[in-house]
Nanobody, 130 residues
Framework: QVQLVESGGGLVQPGGSLRLSCAAS????????IGWFRQAPGKEREGVSC????????YYATTVKGRFTISRDNAKSTFYLQMNGLKPEDTGVYYC???????????????????????WGKGTVVTVSS
């Protein structure tokens, strides 16, 4: 079965850092990119960052560019989101999801709000508060 498992969330003060992980199993990652998304209480889920598995090309939402770094370890089928300079508005549940390469432009460049991917992890909670 397809599994995506996020970890690394927690409580951090503004300006602090966290490193999130997404472990993938149960399927081949060929034909997919990995995306990170987040959802604050009472708000819609939004895109954060994506990475292409084959080339390692990175994509970032404007709100996190310069503060977050996405990376991957293909041998371990694990993807990471290094978050630096965290702000209270970064608070939310962070999810990883498979993004078909055919949808990469729409999801990870246009940052469409129509997040209709089929495979998601359960999320990890990030709380940025003093």
């Amino acid at each position: 079965q397809v599994q995506l498992v996020e970890s690394g969330g927690g409580l951090v003060q503004p300006g602090g850092s966290l490193r999130l992980s997404c472990a993938a199993s149960g399927f081949t990652l060929d034909g997919y990119a990995i995306g990170w998304f987040r959802q604050a209480p009472g708000k819609e889920r939004e895109g954060v960052s994506c990475i292409d598995r084959r080339q390692g090309t990175q994509y970032y939402a404007t709100t996190v560019k310069g503060r977050f770094t996405i990376s991957r370890d293909n041998a371990k089928s694990t993807f990471y989101l290094q978050m630096n300079g965290l702000k209270p508005e970064d608070t939310g549940v962070y999810y990883c999801a498979l993004v078909p390469e055919t949808q990469l432009f729409r999801i990870c460049l246009l940052w469409s709000s129509n997040l209709d991917m089929d495979y998601w992890g359960k999320g990890t909670v990030v709380t940025v508060s003093s």
